[in-house]
């Protein structure tokens, strides 16, 4: 019942905006989903006029198929998450994936909070909700039609089965490992961001002398989880593969971030026509500006994988391994700088954009009009009447300067405690027998710091700084903020010298 209050809190934040939010992704997304409800006779796709030419669909027949072009851009989104909006649209509206987010939402913060702190109370638990849907990019996130909410969740459900599993009962350590499995799949950077913090867990249980039984059991369900995801994605893609006989793969990410920093231009200047990548030579009079441009600009003197035809989008896939290569090898310092820059600007840059951009967009273009838009946003054609009856009834300046502002005095608050509590009794020299080597509290909150880092470091680095990238997950901070605030209170300290001597 606590739970279901808690998600209720989290889901007024999208009634009171008038609709769930989608972003340009999300109808790939759902064309994923058409095929794998098909493939596995869960549901039809449907095949109306409009259906039939939408520039997105992956389905073996359509229209957009015949030169093969979305296959390009497919691998870059999960068929499972996709799976997912495209039941709810089904069954029920974008309502019932916001509902759903919400409660998973709400749920991994109960389970979270009981497992770091097992005194604290159901008021404490709603007082945290309530602030988190009124202080963070939390329930923008949950009523958004992108896998973005299950990076954060992730994060937790990592921390809690690496350093507080014996808090919770057998049922619900599967429940999250489900959790996990399941945010691992909606996306392929939450399984380097995975892998990142397993080994960040396992490291620290080694360096504080855990039990090799204890190391060895948590590390098991960590890996079994990638294995597991992994092998969900390549199955998808054989079977896709021998469906349509064209592999789905994912843009050329790396690549266009090397050319955007810069390193790639250089490399190019100095090999071409030739080197690892004879077809990018085809560009060099691009002004390649940013990975975006590159990668998704329909202008022909501007975009490069948008713009140009199966063949050399998948030329320049395919040479995309020994282009980074080269790039690296020739200057690694500048590849490095640049992407510590590129991470340091991510973690910086967290305030929320998309998920508060109004649908009515969808409605002055009318390539949008054969996507399945119609379908997945709720009475979009409302918008086209009275466009700013769509906006989002928040203000996005307010609400960027309260997130900013929670953000920093919740990082300055977990800075200083962190360094007062001698990172929460984790460096404490001698712990009373009996204590795990490694107390769950302190080790769940520096594997969700880490977590909050790792994740602008992997997305700045890998694709671009956009706001949502981080947005998705910075809630975590004044959440944890929280926690620690109630952990002072449960142990009645007050970090000061001589408490920490105690």
């Known amino acids: ?236 893609g054989a079977i896709y593969r021998a469906d349509v006989g064209v592999a789905q793969r994912t843009p050329p990410f790396l690549m266009a971030r090397l050319l955007a920093d810069g390193p790639g231009r250089d490399y190019l200047a100095s090999a071409c026509p030739g080197g690892a990548s004879p077809t990018l030579c085809r560009f060099t009079n691009r002004p390649v500006a940013s990975e975006d441009e590159i990668l998704w600009s329909d202008d022909p003197l501007k975009g490069i994988f948008s713009t140009s035809t199966y063949e050399i989008r998948t030329r320049l896939r395919d040479e995309e391994p020994a282009f980074v290569s080269a790039v690296v090898a020739r200057d690694p310092v500048a590849v490095i700088t640049r992407l510590l820059q590129n991470g340091l600007q991510q973690l910086m840059t967290f305030y929320v954009a998309e998920p508060m951009s109004s649908p009515a967009r969808f409605l002055k273009l009318a390539w949008w009009d054969r996507t399945a838009i119609q379908r997945i946003v709720p009475d979009l054609q409302s918008c086209d009447a009275i466009p700013k009856s769509c906006d989002v009834r928040a203000n996005p300046l307010f609400v960027a300067i309260v997130h900013i502002v929670v953000v920093i005095a919740a990082w300055i608050f977990i800075v200083w405690s962190t360094v007062k509590t001698r990172c929460f009794d984790l460096f404490v020299p001698a712990r009373p027998g009996g204590s795990d080597p490694v107390p769950p509290f302190a080790g769940a909150v520096v594997l969700i710091v880490v977590g909050v880092i790792v994740n602008a470091m992997i997305c700045g680095a890998v694709s671009g700084v956009f706001a949502r990238y981080q947005a998705r997950v910075i809630w975590l901070i004044p959440l944890l903020a929280l926690l620690i605030a109630a952990w002072f209170r449960q142990n009645r300290r007050v970090p000061s010298p001589g408490a920490m001597a105690s």
Request: hydrophobic share 60%; glycine share 6%; aromatic share 12%.
């Open 1 to 236: 019942m606590h739970v279901l209050f808690a998600s209720a809190v989290l889901f007024a934040v999208a009634a009171a905006n008038g609709r769930p939010s989608v972003f340009n992704d999300t109808v790939q997304y759902y064309s994923q989903g058409e095929y794998l409800a098909w493939r596995l006779g869960i549901a039809l796709p449907d095949l109306d006029r409009n259906r039939l030419t939408d520039p997105t669909s992956v389905m073996p027949e359509s229209h957009a198929m015949r030169d093969k072009t979305p296959a390009t851009i497919a691998g870059g989104r999960s068929p499972f998450y996709g799976l997912v909006l495209v039941l709810a649209v089904r069954f029920g509206t974008l309502w019932l994936l916001a509902a759903g987010q919400a409660f998973l939402a709400a749920w991994s913060i109960c389970i979270l909070i009981r497992a770091m702190l097992p005194a604290a109370s159901p008021i404490f638990y709603q007082s945290v909700i309530l602030m988190l849907g009124l202080g963070t990019s939390l329930p923008f996130f949950a009523a958004f039609a992108m896998p973005d909410l299950y990076a954060g969740l992730l994060i937790i459900a990592l921390a809690i089965l690496a350093f507080c599993p014996a808090q919770l009962t057998p049922w619900e350590r599967s429940m999250l490992w489900v959790l996990l499995v399941a945010s691992l799949t909606f996306h392929a950077a939450n399984i380097a961001l995975a892998a990142s913090l397993s080994v960040a867990a396992l490291a620290i249980l080694a360096v504080f002398k855990t039990p090799l039984r204890l190391v060895a059991g948590r590390a098991g369900w960590l890996a079994m989880s990638i294995l597991v995801a992994v092998s969900m994605n390549w199955a998808f």
